[in-house]
Each structure stands twice: as C-alpha cells, then as structure tokens.
C-alpha cells in the first residue's frame, strides 16, 4: 500500500505523537508498503515531509522531525490529499496523533470528507473514546462497571466545590481534563485543601473536568483490535514506581524508572478472561473500530474490575503498551500494523456500499 503517516497535531501530546510516528515508521514493511508522511506543527499547518527525518532522544528513543515545507497542502471533498495541486498516491491513511485534534474525531471526519480509509475509529468512535464523560455513561448505560463521578465546567469555584466533591465521590479523588490523554492535567486530590488547584490546572486542558473516586488498584491495559467483531489481547500492568503516586505523564514519558510495563500481566486466568471480554465489550458500546486500548482499575480489597477510559489512538513508542500486548499475544509489531492498514481499507469498501440517495 501507499501509506502515508500523519503525526504531530495541535495537542498537548505533540511530542509524544513524534516519538509514535518514529515507531511506526520504523516497523512498516518496507518491502509492502511505501511510507508518506506529512507533520502536523503545532500551529495546525500541514507539511509534506520531502523524506523521513529521525532524531534521537537519549533515553526515550526516537522522534520524527516535522521540517517546514513550503509545499502547499490541501484535502480536497472527494479528491483525498493534494500537494501543490496535485493528488498525492495514498491507499490508506494512519493517523499517528494523540488527543485534540487527532484522537477526537477532528481528522477522522476530514478524511472521511476526502474519500480516503484511515486506522482506527471513524468520527463517532473517536470522539466519544476521548470524551471522559460520555463514555462512562454509556458504559454505565451498557452495565460496564465505572468508579463514582462528576463533572465540573469551567466557571465553578474550585474552593466552593470542594465540599460537594467530597459528598459526591469522596477523598482522595482524581481530577482530570474530560478531552486529554497522556495524563496531562490529571491530579490525585487527597482532601479538599489541594481541590481547586488540580481543578484550575485540569481546566487548562478542557472546559471540563472529571472528578472522580480514587480507587486503590492495579492498572490493567488491554489491547483491541477488529471492527465489527473485535477481539482483545491479553492484558498489561503497569506498575508505578519512583515516587509517583500513579502513572501520570512523568511516569509515562520523562522518568525512565517511573513505571514497570509487565505484558502480559501476572493474573489468575479467570481474571484475564473477565478483563479480555470488559475490553471488548467496553470497545463495542463506544462504536470503535480499528483499534483501542482499553485501561482498567482492578481493586486491590475486592478484586472488583473498573473500565477507567479507552484510547483509540494508543502509544506506539517502542515502549508502549498497545503494541507490546499484541506481540505478548501472538501480533508481532510489523504485522500488527499490516492487519491495521487491512481493517481500515475493509471499513471503508463497507463504508462505500452504503447508498446515500434513492
């Protein structure tokens, strides 16, 4: 196929979609596939890269550089993805973004518009995926277990709240942005003292927040893949260490000894298989396709499973725990992205059957 790779975006997990993309790039088989890509800076401005440029982080791998291109790049209704007029050669589309503007539906429904198949989860999946809120209620709607929640909107007095909160979902609670990922803006809150600021710091990510219980758990991650019949790898821990109280974005990306990423996770079978079908399930009620992460709480006093939120474009770093859970299960990581790019194609010939006039 002609692939081409869109990385970097205007979200706070920029750096993060790079270090993806290099992944990505790197495991692509050369001798099937032919590798486009195009950098999203942070200003929104699209760039066709002339060729792939890496550079090397120490300590955390890879990135792939987003040089300034004066090439003008357009998406065209119907037409897909044109450079200076004219129309680039592309089968598929990977969108290799995180977050705003790339995990939310944004760019899904742009590509939708130019005709073009893309990995991962069309415009309905992605954006009530990312949206906190929605998802849980639709979850819970669907008798998919979530921990107690509210949600604050900006406006709300941070020190006023703080004794609703505490009614509500009690202490210690989380606080996080409803429409981010990568931990950005996410605070463990252990009395009402420390509530307004992590609620002022989440809002700097979203006009909403979710507050909700804290859970002493075991972080528990599965791996999906599949469109109308999806199927679940077995399931990853990850186990926060350093200092860190959970696996926040320091612990995920800057610490080197932040956190332990044990795939597959050391469960009793009954456990593995409860988690496996939570996640397809938890996949399916939210409309995914393509692929998803889907991370859980397992209570440590009860054993009680919690689906915390679904990621439906995951890491794909060289430590990431998507395609790490696929390789424990058996999809080695080239191949992994070879049946991405086969789903994405078939969803869209099912896509294009559909008739929209008598």
Known sequence: MNVCILYGGRSGEHEVSLRSAASVAANLDAARHRLTAIGIARDGAWHLQDRIVRRAIPGQGDMLEI??????????????????GRKLALDCVFPVLHGTYGEDGTVQGLLDIAGLPYVGAGVLGSSVSLDKERSKRLWRDAGIPVVEFVVVPRGVDGAAAAASIAAAVGFPACVKPVCAGSSLGVHRVDDASAFADALADALRYDTRALVEQFVDAREIECSVVGNETPRAFPPGEVVTAGGHAFYDYDAKYTDPDGARLEAPARLEPAVRERVMRTAEAAYAAVGCEGMARVDFFLERSTGRLYVNEINT??????????????????????????????????RHRRQASIRFEK
């Open 67 to 84: 040089v300034p291109s004066p090439r003008a790049v357009s998406v065209v209704p119907g037409g897909g993805i044109h450079a200076d």
């Open 313 to 346: 474009i995951p890491g794909f770093t060289s430590i990431s725990m998507f395609p790490r859970m696929c390789a424990a299960g058996g999809l080695a990581y080239p191949e992994l992205l070879d049946l991405l790019l086969e789903l994405a194609v078939e």
